[in-house]
């Protein structure tokens, strides 16, 4: 089994780490993590490229990714959230995923991609809401074939409780990495 896991997070050892260092625990088989504060994967810049080719003109790691994307079973979105969205280089990243929907929406070609499960965490401790960071990540999953999406885990007031002391959370984590592995979450 390969997992994907996409880290929006800029802090190293903050709350979105630490609950992917829970997720990691519980989780089987090949894990990839694509950083996208220390990636060096570049938005997409609308050059259509990809409406009329096949692959992406960007020479950059995304072509990695991209395999990757296309072989693995499992795709984590975790993030914090800023200003009720996803943070601006996950958005980056997940831009890339542009090349798909040109595929599949102007040149009708068939996406390559092995249907998978999706999995999102989320972190916040401001006053924003979270619901249109979880609609964004999953708008992104659905861009990669990932249509068995587990609840979202939300721990949203880590100004006041780190998120790896948020019991809810915790158990989230680890519930999606038992759901990716294929086991119930009971």
């Known amino acids: 089994m390969k997992t994907l896991i996409l880290n929006g997070s800029p802090r190293i050892g903050g709350d979105t780490e630490r609950l992917l260092n829970v997720f990691r625990q519980k989780l089987e088989g090949e894990c990839k993590t694509v950083d996208a504060y ?3 994967i570049s938005p997409c810049v609308d050059c259509r490229y990809c409406r009329e080719n096949e692959g992406c003109a960007i020479d950059d790691e995304m072509q990695q990714v991209y395999r990757y994307i296309e072989e693995c079973d499992n795709v984590l979105i975790a993030s914090p959230i800023y200003f009720s969205e996803l ?12 090349m798909y929907f040109c595929a599949a929406f102007f040149r009708k070609a068939p996406i390559k991609i092995k249907p998978k499960k999706g999995g ?26 990932c249509f ?20 809810n959370a915790v158990t989230g984590a680890r519930r999606i990495a038992e759901f990716f592995n294929g086991k119930s979450a009971d």
């Open 148 to 167: 068995d999406i587990h609840p979202a885990v939300l721990s949203h007031n880590t100004n006041n409780l780190p998120a790896i002391e948020d019991e």
């Open 38 to 40: 220390r990636c060096g």
């Open 120 to 145: 999102i965490i989320l972190v916040g401790g401001g006053d924003g809401a979270a619901d249109k960071g979880e609609s964004t990540a999953k708008v992104l999953l659905h861009q990669i074939n």
């Open 87 to 98: 943070t601006g280089k996950l958005l980056d990243v997940g831009s890339r995923f542009q």
